[in-house]
């Protein structure tokens, strides 16, 4: 069974950082793409990086560009995301997703539970 | 970016019931549409992958259809369990993208 979890949410003041870790068990990490999702408190979900099995693809949302970096260590199954100038607008729950494709080509896609990071004076 | 709308907020219903949420892309993405329910404090768990194709384990209750830009998830006969938000995604291109998400209530 697909499992992940993540950690290292928290409040942080505007302008800090935070590092968000996921770790990954049931599957072969690393055949599968991994992202970084989140969700604002009553918003719907919004996509922030995707990084490639390898890491040689890397795709982030416009907003975060320049601020958050997504790294990935296949042989300790896991995925991180350090956050730098942090905003208010930053807060949300952060997921895990990783995702594999299935013989038709299409993405099947697997979510952790998230974690809560609060940006906030 | 491509726009997923859902353009339903909430629809209310009854154990039973038949429930279709409509969503419609931007521009033409094929089939390239997953399909979310996400209870309240929880992540969104898969439902629907390549518009139509039911996860391993999703009640056979649940379906998926459409394809190019118009999009339906039907529930046959809604039971209590399945009260929760639903949203729509497209996987054709980067930034994958959600629609607004539909919350299906008594």
């Known amino acids: 069974e697909v499992q992940l979890v993540e950690s290292g949410g928290g409040l942080v003041q505007p302008g800090g950082s935070l590092r968000l870790s996921c770790a990954a068990s049931?599957?072969?990490?690393?055949?599968?793409?991994m992202n970084w999702a989140r969700q604002a408190p009553g918003k719907g979900p919004e996509w922030v990086v995707n990084?490639?099995?390898?890491?040689?693809?890397?795709y982030y949302v416009n907003s975060v560009k320049g601020r958050f970096t997504v790294s990935r260590d296949n042989a300790k199954s896991s995925l991180h995301l350090q956050m730098n100038s942090l905003r208010a607008e930053d807060t949300a729950v952060y997921y895990c997703?990783?995702?594999?494709?299935?013989?038709?080509?299409?993405?099947?896609?697997?979510w952790g539970q998230g974690t809560l990071v609060t940006v906030s004076s | 970016d491509i726009q997923m709308t859902q353009s339903t907020p909430s629809v209310s219903a009854s154990v039973g019931d038949r429930v279709d949420i409509s969503c419609r892309a931007s521009?033409?993405?094929?089939?390239?549409v997953v399909w979310y329910q996400q209870k309240a404090g929880k992540g969104p768990k898969l439902l629907i992958y390549?518009?139509?194709t039911l996860q391993t384990g999703v009640p056979s209750r649940f379906s998926g259809s459409g394809s190019g830009t118009d999009f339906t998830l039907t529930i046959s006969s809604l039971q209590s369990e399945d009260f929760a938000t639903y949203y729509c995604?497209?996987?054709?291109?980067?930034?994958?993208?959600f629609g607004q998400g539909t919350k299906v209530e008594i």
């Open positions: 390549a518009a139509s």
């Open positions: 990084i490639r099995q390898d890491g040689g693809e890397i």
């Open positions: 997703v990783g995702y594999y494709y299935e013989t038709s080509g299409y993405p099947v896609p697997y």
């Open positions: 049931g599957f072969s990490f690393s055949t599968f793409w």
């Open positions: 995604q497209q996987a054709i291109s980067f930034p994958w993208t």
């Open positions: 521009q033409d993405i094929g089939s390239w």
